[in-house]
């Protein structure tokens, strides 16, 4: 049976706070929709996985985008990629301020430039005829909240981390068997001053290749990029571990070997997928054959149809 | 348990009126890195120690001598991995800081919660643990300042560049120690004028470089868009992993990466037993190895000249 295309997105690895979890798996379900939309248009797994990227970057609930946490200095540094499996075409961006899609931006990087990107610096974002949006338009009260309370003394930034909605991304394969990744965060509450986790960095934040599959990553960004988690779990794939088991042996070697909790989403080329973590929850949904699968906490698999409003 | 040092001095078709004194670099290098495990550094200390001394050696495109961006400014990225523990520091697109990796980006190792750096923050956590920055004019070299004009008057794109000679060379070292600890360290300027902020594959972890006790320890040169999409040195170690040795691991992944995204590299590799190996695709590739009271070293394919190395 034809399990193409795919599209699996996921809103975050942590611990999210009960009166956050509604909006959190409805978010994720409606990006899915979104991106799922293009794929059964015929449209590229890039596209999709661009678009419902870009849909979680637009909702203030997600550490993405707007709604991204502030660092130290109480401002917005946001870091994304995007990476195609055909060629291997990739494109992020790190520490960038005042954009409101920055997986937008990552993809003209990949389209337009040789070069990787500006660090930083929205000279290429203009260029590209991005605006600029003002900074206080990305900042929601709640980051400002959690930043407040990270700045006393005794506040453990790991664990405020995983107190949040964390970062989003998303992997799909479409109905010509390429795949595709996408990942965006605003990074670690009340981090350094341009502190780059893993997001951008390729292998670590996403990876994606026609031969073997594609992963988007989240949770704690210094241990995933000390396991370059994306591109480990695509190592157990081509040894012919199948999706869930080469996510759930990257994850554990991540536990065991550097102390870190988090989670992903796996898609092979030929459709299978998984959306597997190792924190309490990550909140993540999948579309394949007109159908939607969701859920939040460990062991739980909703599925409805794709067109049910809800 | 023996302990090895490697260096690399960049992976390019460097020009005869650099080659010789390329080979000088390396073997320099190779003789500090060795001399610091000798003293009872470890293989953290080694590589650092390495890549100071290529950084501080005008002849080779990191630190001094570094390329120009755009800007005409110098911008400079680098990475470093202890194979004991995973930890990491790495720092990209600093500013007229001499020396960064070993100073900055072991001190994002060490001294902070994360693993990488950029932009101006990499450069204000430079100057909170007081380390100087120097005037742009202090790292340009009239070499760089000249190709830089030159290339500003016409416009060349990055494949061209590289094929046409001209492209970038990084600098790197790997070590395993006598306690069989391994470790990386790779630095460079990144291509001459190239965008501003641009981040090649050297502080990428994973592609520049990386360091596991459990497999080995790699740094990576050559065209850096080709390497991040091969994510490199973790391809190499994967196929260590898999029981292939360090040479062919190294040569098999140079090939994938020629075959798939034509680009062209080097790589020196180091395993916790001992192996080590410098294996490179472009036309040459500056390297040299201390291991058992020998210095090796070599510039040409296949050439594998050696000395002794007293300490």
């Known amino acids: 049976m034809d399990l193409l295309p795919v599209l699996v997105v996921h809103g975050g690895a942590g611990t999210v706070p009960r009166e956050r979890s509604e909006q959190s798996v409805s978010g994720v379900r409606s990006a899915a929709r979104a991106g799922y939309a293009i794929l059964r248009g015929g449209g590229s797994s890039m596209d999709a996985v661009v678009e419902a990227v870009a849909h979680m970057e637009d909702n203030p609930s997600y550490n993405a985008g707007c709604g991204s946490v502030l660092n130290v200095k109480g401002e917005i540094e946001m870091d994304a990629i995007v ?91 479409d109905r010509e068997g390429n795949v595709a990744c996408a990942t965006s965060t605003g990074g670690m509450l009340n981090k350094m001053e341009g502190r780059v986790g893993d997001t951008p960095c390729i292998g670590s934040g996403g990876y994606a290749d026609n031969q073997v599959g594609a992963v988007s990553t989240t949770g704690h960004g210094e241990v995933i990029m000390k396991v370059t988690l994306a591109r480990l779990i695509l190592f157990h794939m081509e040894q012919g571990h199948t999706v869930e088991e080469a996510s759930d042996m990257g994850l554990a070697y991540m536990k065991s070997r550097v102390d870190g909790l988090g989670g992903v989403v796996t898609v092979g080329p030929q459709g299978n997928w998984a959306a597997r973590f190792s924190s309490l929850q990550m909140a993540w949904a999948a579309a394949q054959k007109d159908s939607l699968h969701y859920g939040l906490y460990a062991g739980e698999h909703f599925t409805q149809s794709i067109d049910d409003p809800h | 348990m023996p302990a090895v040092i490697v260096v690399h001095g960049g992976a390019w078709a460097i020009p005869n009126n650099l080659a010789q004194d390329s080979v000088n670099g390396v073997k320099a290098a190779a003789r500090e890195g060795m001399s610091v495990l000798k003293r009872g550094g470890n293989a953290v200390d080694a590589v650092e120690g390495a890549v100071r001394t290529l950084e501080n050696n005008c002849v080779f495109n990191a630190g001094h001598g570094a390329a120009l961006n755009t800007r005409g400014e110098v911008e400079l990225d680098a990475i470093i991995m202890d194979g004991r523990t995973l930890a990491s520091g790495a720092v990209s697109c600093v500013k007229n800081i001499a020396n960064p990796v070993m100073e900055k980006a072991r001190a994002v190792m060490e001294k902070t919660v994360h693993v ?38 016409y416009v060349t794109g990055v494949m061209e560049d590289f094929n046409s000679q001209w492209a970038h060379d990084t600098v790197g070292a790997v070590a395993v120690d006598s306690a069989g600890n391994v470790a990386c360290a790779t630095s460079t300027g990144g291509i001459r004028n190239k965008m501003v902020g641009r981040v090649g594959d050297s502080p990428i972890i994973g592609c520049g470089g990386y360091a596991d006790n459990s497999s080995g320890a790699v740094s990576c040169t050559g065209h850096g868009e080709s390497i991040l999409k091969v994510t490199l040195a973790r391809l190499i170690l994967s196929h260590i992993e898999q029981g292939k040795s360090v040479a062919e691991a190294s040569r098999v992944s140079l090939k994938y990466m020629g075959d798939r995204v034509q680009g062209a ?39 594998n000249l050696k000395e002794p190395f007293t300490y």
Request: glycine share 10%.
């Open chain 2, 116 to 153: 990488m750096l950029t932009g101006q923050g990499a450069n204000m956590f430079a100057e909170s643990i007081g380390m100087n920055t120097v005037p742009t004019e202090m790292l340009v070299t009239q070499n760089e300042r000249k190709e830089w004009e030159k290339h500003k008057n």
């Open chain 1, 83 to 173: 990476m195609d499996g055909k060629a291997l075409g990739s494109g992020a961006v790190s520490a960038v301020r005042n954009v409101a899609n920055p997986v937008r931006l990552a993809r003209l990087v990949m389209d337009k430039v040789v070069f990787y990107p500006p660090c930083g610096q929205c000279a290429f974002a203009q260029e590209m005829g991005i605006s600029e949006v003002p900074p206080e338009s990305l900042v929601t009260e709640y980051s400002r909240m959690r930043w407040k309370k990270n700045l006393e003394p005794g506040a453990n930034p790991v664990e405020s981390q995983m107190g949040k909605m964390g970062t989003v991304g998303a992997v799909a394969v």
């Open chain 2, 265 to 303: 590299g080097g790589a020196i590799s180091v395993s916790p037993s001992g192996q080590w190996a410098a294996t490179f695709t472009t036309e040459r590739m500056a390297w040299a190895a201390v291991h058992n009271y020998t210095l090796w070293y070599g510039l040409d394919p296949d050439e």
